[in-house]
């Protein structure tokens, strides 16, 4: 393992959650946080914001699945499910990209270790994903604003596209900015200047 995990553990049977406090340290992970229902997991999650989720499915109060959805939504946080049930039912409310591995107990820890290792590997890859994905959206965002704001000094300038293009390069390095930065505030000035409803 490349380094040691803060794991936040749930389950409703407390030989599950001394058996998670005594193995995983000797995996090298730490135990932040073992609770007996999926409530109280979402509430410790909060807090102490754990690397890796490990939580059973049946608990009292909120299961398992539940739990690792309204964790999700508050931040990304890899989750390994555990039960006592292969049940597909289970299985398929499970098929969502924050539950990374399913164990079925009795747990082994020949099972445990490379559970773990491959749901922070999946994790790793899937928040690669998802930042490439949304530095994309930013670029085509910022393009779009910047291929604006080029037009507006192409008309109130009499410019050509690349003359225009030029002023705003030299317009960033002057003032020290980033490219995107001179085109809101050009667009913004635009705004100010183009909604005063003199026309």
């Known amino acids: 393992m490349k ?17 998670f406090k005594t193995f995983l340290p000797l995996l090298g992970h730490e135990v932040v946080a073992t609770v007996e229902n999926g409530r109280d997991l979402v509430e410790r999650c909060r807090t102490l914001r754990p690397d890796l ?3 059973d499915i049946k608990m009292p109060d909120m299961d398992g699945i539940d739990a690792a959805a309204q964790i999700y939504r508050h931040e990304p946080i890899p989750v390994i499910l555990v039960s006592a049930y292969h049940d597909a039912e289970f299985v398929r409310r499970a098929e969502s990209d924050h539950i990374l591995a399913y164990l079925v107990k009795p747990i082994k820890q020949a099972d445990l270790e490379p559970a773990i290792a491959i749901a922070m590997r999946r994790f790793e890859q899937f928040q690669a ?4 994905a949304a530095d994309l959206k930013q670029a085509l965002e910022d393009r779009k604003l910047i291929e604006r704001a080029k037009g507006i000094l192409m008309k109130k300038a009499n410019l050509g596209e690349n003359e225009a293009f030029r002023r705003l390069q030299k317009l960033a390095s002057d003032k020290n900015k980033k490219l995107i930065e001179i085109a809101q505030m050009i667009l913004t000035a635009e705004e100010a200047f183009g909604s005063g409803g003199l026309g």
């Not at 380094?3 to 058996?19: F, N, P, Q, S």
């Not at 994903?129 to 490439?132: D, P």
Request: aromatic share 4%.
């Open 129 to 132: 994903l998802r930042k490439e």
């Open 3 to 19: 380094h040691a995990l803060k794991i936040a553990v749930a389950d409703d049977e407390k030989d599950m959650r001394d058996y």
């Open 53 to 55: 989720v490990i939580t």
